[in-house]
Protein backbone atom coordinates (compact mmCIF):
# COMPACT_ATOMS: atom_id res chain seq x y z
CA UNK A 1 0.00 0.00 0.00
CA UNK A 2 1.27 3.09 -0.75
CA UNK A 3 1.99 5.56 1.84
CA UNK A 4 -0.38 8.92 2.63
CA UNK A 5 1.97 11.85 2.83
CA UNK A 6 1.60 15.29 4.87
CA UNK A 7 2.88 18.13 3.00
CA UNK A 8 3.03 21.87 4.78
CA UNK A 9 2.38 24.29 2.16
CA UNK A 10 4.16 27.52 2.69
CA UNK A 11 3.21 31.00 0.86
CA UNK A 12 5.86 33.51 0.62
CA UNK A 13 5.81 37.31 0.17
CA UNK A 14 8.99 39.79 0.40
CA UNK A 15 11.06 36.76 2.35
CA UNK A 16 7.84 36.33 4.88
CA UNK A 17 5.51 33.30 5.24
CA UNK A 18 2.05 34.79 4.73
CA UNK A 19 -0.98 32.47 4.80
CA UNK A 20 -4.28 33.65 2.22
CA UNK A 21 -8.01 33.67 1.87
CA UNK A 22 -9.13 33.07 -1.57
CA UNK A 23 -5.94 33.94 -2.50
CA UNK A 24 -6.58 37.22 -1.45
CA UNK A 25 -6.10 39.27 1.55
CA UNK A 26 -3.46 38.39 3.87
CA UNK A 27 -1.19 37.81 7.30
CA UNK A 28 2.12 37.27 8.30
CA UNK A 29 2.41 34.02 9.74
CA UNK A 30 6.08 34.27 10.45
CA UNK A 31 9.69 33.64 9.52
CA UNK A 32 9.66 30.51 6.70
CA UNK A 33 12.77 29.30 7.92
CA UNK A 34 12.10 29.03 11.74
CA UNK A 35 8.94 27.58 10.78
CA UNK A 36 10.69 25.27 8.12
CA UNK A 37 12.64 24.20 11.55
CA UNK A 38 9.73 23.07 13.00
CA UNK A 39 8.30 20.99 10.67
CA UNK A 40 11.81 19.28 9.87
CA UNK A 41 11.24 18.12 13.65
CA UNK A 42 7.95 17.45 13.36
CA UNK A 43 7.62 14.80 10.80
CA UNK A 44 6.57 16.39 7.94
CA UNK A 45 7.08 14.31 4.89
CA UNK A 46 8.22 17.30 2.59
CA UNK A 47 7.56 20.90 2.52
CA UNK A 48 6.15 23.17 -0.57
CA UNK A 49 7.57 26.78 -0.71
CA UNK A 50 5.21 28.91 -3.45
CA UNK A 51 6.77 32.70 -4.21
CA UNK A 52 3.43 34.69 -4.40
CA UNK A 53 4.57 38.07 -4.03
CA UNK A 54 3.20 39.09 -7.32
CA UNK A 55 5.23 42.35 -7.69
CA UNK A 56 8.47 39.86 -7.55
CA UNK A 57 7.39 37.39 -9.98
CA UNK A 58 11.17 35.68 -10.36
CA UNK A 59 12.73 32.97 -8.52
CA UNK A 60 15.21 35.51 -7.06
CA UNK A 61 12.94 35.47 -3.60
CA UNK A 62 13.36 31.41 -3.69
CA UNK A 63 17.07 31.14 -4.04
CA UNK A 64 17.95 33.04 -1.05
CA UNK A 65 15.55 31.30 0.74
CA UNK A 66 16.70 27.71 -0.11
CA UNK A 67 19.96 28.05 0.71
CA UNK A 68 18.70 29.05 4.41
CA UNK A 69 16.22 25.92 4.42
CA UNK A 70 18.92 23.75 3.43
CA UNK A 71 21.08 23.63 5.90
CA UNK A 72 17.92 23.42 7.98
CA UNK A 73 15.72 20.92 7.13
CA UNK A 74 16.52 17.20 5.67
CA UNK A 75 13.31 16.45 3.29
CA UNK A 76 12.29 16.88 -0.01
CA UNK A 77 11.70 20.42 -0.72
CA UNK A 78 9.51 21.79 -3.65
CA UNK A 79 9.87 25.14 -4.76
CA UNK A 80 7.62 26.94 -6.83
CA UNK A 81 6.42 30.84 -7.63
CA UNK A 82 8.40 32.51 -10.81
CA UNK A 83 9.74 29.86 -12.80
CA UNK A 84 9.84 30.61 -16.35
CA UNK A 85 11.86 28.52 -18.01
CA UNK A 86 14.63 25.59 -18.04
CA UNK A 87 17.41 28.25 -16.34
CA UNK A 88 15.22 28.92 -13.66
CA UNK A 89 14.48 25.13 -12.55
CA UNK A 90 18.22 23.95 -12.95
CA UNK A 91 19.21 27.38 -10.82
CA UNK A 92 16.92 26.12 -8.03
CA UNK A 93 18.15 22.18 -8.08
CA UNK A 94 21.21 23.08 -8.13
CA UNK A 95 20.83 25.13 -4.68
CA UNK A 96 18.87 22.80 -3.30
CA UNK A 97 15.41 21.97 -4.22
CA UNK A 98 14.34 18.51 -4.93
CA UNK A 99 11.11 19.49 -7.25
CA UNK A 100 10.06 22.63 -9.14
CA UNK A 101 6.58 23.59 -8.89
CA UNK A 102 5.14 24.81 -12.16
CA UNK A 103 2.11 27.11 -12.94
CA UNK A 104 1.67 30.06 -14.80
CA UNK A 105 4.43 29.43 -16.92
CA UNK A 106 3.14 26.36 -18.09
CA UNK A 107 0.04 27.80 -19.66
CA UNK A 108 2.01 29.70 -22.17
CA UNK A 109 4.97 26.96 -22.51
CA UNK A 110 3.23 23.08 -21.48
CA UNK A 111 6.59 21.65 -22.74
CA UNK A 112 8.14 23.40 -19.92
CA UNK A 113 7.09 20.17 -17.96
CA UNK A 114 8.84 18.28 -20.44
CA UNK A 115 12.04 19.85 -20.71
CA UNK A 116 12.23 19.80 -16.57
CA UNK A 117 11.03 15.98 -16.54
CA UNK A 118 14.04 14.91 -19.23
CA UNK A 119 16.68 16.64 -17.66
CA UNK A 120 16.10 15.74 -14.08
CA UNK A 121 13.24 13.01 -14.08
CA UNK A 122 9.46 13.09 -13.69
CA UNK A 123 10.03 12.98 -9.82
CA UNK A 124 11.15 16.66 -10.30
CA UNK A 125 7.79 18.01 -11.80
CA UNK A 126 4.69 19.37 -9.82
CA UNK A 127 2.28 20.57 -11.65
CA UNK A 128 0.06 22.93 -10.14
CA UNK A 129 -3.65 24.03 -11.02
CA UNK A 130 -5.28 26.05 -9.36
CA UNK A 131 -9.01 26.33 -9.43
CA UNK A 132 -12.73 28.03 -8.79
CA UNK A 133 -16.09 26.54 -8.78
CA UNK A 134 -17.87 28.43 -11.47
CA UNK A 135 -21.58 27.94 -9.85
CA UNK A 136 -23.41 29.48 -12.43
CA UNK A 137 -21.95 26.91 -15.38
CA UNK A 138 -21.32 24.06 -12.50
CA UNK A 139 -18.04 24.35 -13.20
CA UNK A 140 -14.62 24.35 -12.04
CA UNK A 141 -12.16 27.00 -13.84
CA UNK A 142 -8.93 27.34 -13.73
CA UNK A 143 -6.62 30.40 -12.85
CA UNK A 144 -2.92 31.61 -12.93
CA UNK A 145 -0.73 34.33 -11.76
CA UNK A 146 -1.82 33.50 -8.27
CA UNK A 147 -5.53 33.87 -9.16
CA UNK A 148 -5.78 37.06 -11.10
CA UNK A 149 -5.97 35.30 -15.02
CA UNK A 150 -8.87 33.10 -15.91
CA UNK A 151 -7.48 30.29 -18.27
CA UNK A 152 -9.74 28.95 -20.79
CA UNK A 153 -9.38 25.53 -20.96
CA UNK A 154 -11.29 22.30 -19.64
CA UNK A 155 -9.89 20.92 -16.32
CA UNK A 156 -9.85 17.46 -17.48
CA UNK A 157 -8.60 17.91 -20.76
CA UNK A 158 -5.84 19.88 -18.63
CA UNK A 159 -4.87 17.19 -16.33
CA UNK A 160 -4.75 14.82 -19.03
CA UNK A 161 -2.32 17.44 -21.37
CA UNK A 162 -0.03 17.83 -17.80
CA UNK A 163 0.23 14.16 -17.60
CA UNK A 164 1.19 13.33 -20.91
CA UNK A 165 3.92 15.91 -20.55
CA UNK A 166 5.67 14.41 -17.95
CA UNK A 167 4.91 15.60 -14.24
CA UNK A 168 5.40 13.06 -11.83
CA UNK A 169 2.43 14.58 -9.53
CA UNK A 170 -0.29 17.25 -9.61
CA UNK A 171 -0.58 20.06 -6.40
CA UNK A 172 -4.58 20.99 -6.90
CA UNK A 173 -5.66 23.78 -4.89
CA UNK A 174 -8.91 25.06 -4.34
CA UNK A 175 -8.76 28.81 -4.45
CA UNK A 176 -12.32 28.89 -2.70
CA UNK A 177 -11.77 26.94 0.40
CA UNK A 178 -8.42 28.55 0.64
CA UNK A 179 -7.59 29.79 3.58
CA UNK A 180 -11.28 29.25 4.62
CA UNK A 181 -10.37 26.27 7.12
CA UNK A 182 -13.71 24.45 6.20
CA UNK A 183 -12.06 21.54 4.60
CA UNK A 184 -11.13 20.42 1.53
CA UNK A 185 -12.64 20.42 -2.02
CA UNK A 186 -13.12 16.34 -2.28
CA UNK A 187 -15.38 17.09 -5.43
CA UNK A 188 -12.25 18.61 -6.78
CA UNK A 189 -9.49 15.67 -5.59
CA UNK A 190 -11.99 13.45 -7.02
CA UNK A 191 -11.83 14.71 -10.31
CA UNK A 192 -8.34 15.23 -10.41
CA UNK A 193 -7.80 11.45 -9.36
CA UNK A 194 -10.17 10.41 -11.41
CA UNK A 195 -8.61 11.56 -14.20
CA UNK A 196 -4.65 11.09 -13.96
CA UNK A 197 -2.69 8.36 -12.72
CA UNK A 198 0.14 10.06 -11.29
CA UNK A 199 -0.10 11.30 -7.78
CA UNK A 200 -2.41 13.99 -6.72
CA UNK A 201 -1.66 16.66 -3.32
CA UNK A 202 -4.88 18.52 -2.91
CA UNK A 203 -4.72 21.75 -1.19
CA UNK A 204 -6.95 23.95 0.26
CA UNK A 205 -9.32 24.73 3.30
CA UNK A 206 -7.58 22.12 6.04
CA UNK A 207 -8.71 23.57 9.66
CA UNK A 208 -8.98 20.26 11.33
CA UNK A 209 -7.11 16.83 11.45
CA UNK A 210 -11.23 15.47 10.89
CA UNK A 211 -10.76 17.38 7.87
CA UNK A 212 -7.56 15.26 6.31
CA UNK A 213 -9.45 11.85 7.36
CA UNK A 214 -12.06 13.02 5.28
CA UNK A 215 -10.54 13.54 2.54
CA UNK A 216 -7.59 10.63 2.75
CA UNK A 217 -10.77 8.29 3.61
CA UNK A 218 -13.35 9.68 0.96
CA UNK A 219 -10.52 10.02 -2.26
CA UNK A 220 -7.67 7.93 -3.06
CA UNK A 221 -5.42 11.41 -2.64
CA UNK A 222 -1.29 11.00 -2.30
CA UNK A 223 -1.05 13.46 -0.09
CA UNK A 224 -2.25 16.58 1.28
CA UNK A 225 -0.79 20.39 1.61
CA UNK A 226 -1.87 22.02 4.31
CA UNK A 227 -1.33 26.05 5.03
CA UNK A 228 -3.86 27.15 7.99
CA UNK A 229 -3.85 23.96 9.52
CA UNK A 230 -0.41 24.35 11.21
CA UNK A 231 0.17 28.11 11.20
CA UNK A 232 -2.92 28.41 13.33
CA UNK A 233 -3.61 26.58 16.76
CA UNK A 234 -0.91 24.09 18.52
CA UNK A 235 -0.92 21.60 15.30
CA UNK A 236 1.55 19.85 13.58
CA UNK A 237 2.25 16.92 11.54
CA UNK A 238 3.23 14.31 14.07
CA UNK A 239 -0.06 14.86 16.00
CA UNK A 240 -2.08 14.78 12.56
CA UNK A 241 -0.42 11.38 11.66
CA UNK A 242 -0.82 10.29 15.14
CA UNK A 243 -4.70 11.21 14.57
CA UNK A 244 -4.99 9.60 11.43
CA UNK A 245 -3.28 6.42 12.24
CA UNK A 246 -5.96 5.80 14.18
CA UNK A 247 -8.05 5.52 10.95
CA UNK A 248 -5.99 2.48 9.55
CA UNK A 249 -4.00 5.32 6.90
CA UNK A 250 -0.65 4.56 6.53
CA UNK A 251 2.38 6.81 6.67
CA UNK A 252 5.66 6.63 6.13
CA UNK A 253 7.91 6.11 9.33
CA UNK A 254 10.60 9.32 9.59
Do not use: W
Not at 84 to 93: E, P, V, W, Y
Not at 191 to 217: M, Q, R
Amino acid sequence: MLKKRIIPIQLLINNRLVKTIGFGEYRDVGNPVSSSKIYNDSDADELIFLNIDREERSIGPLLSLIKKVSEACFMPLSLGGGVKTIDDASRLIQNGADKIVLNSAIYDDLNLIEKIAYKYGNQAVVASIDVRMNKSKNKYDLYSNCGRDSESVDLVEYLKLIENQGAGEILITSIDRDGTMKGYDKDLIKTAVENTTIPIIGAGGAGTFDHLKEAFLETDVSALACGSLFNFGDNNPIRAKAFLTNYSIPFKII
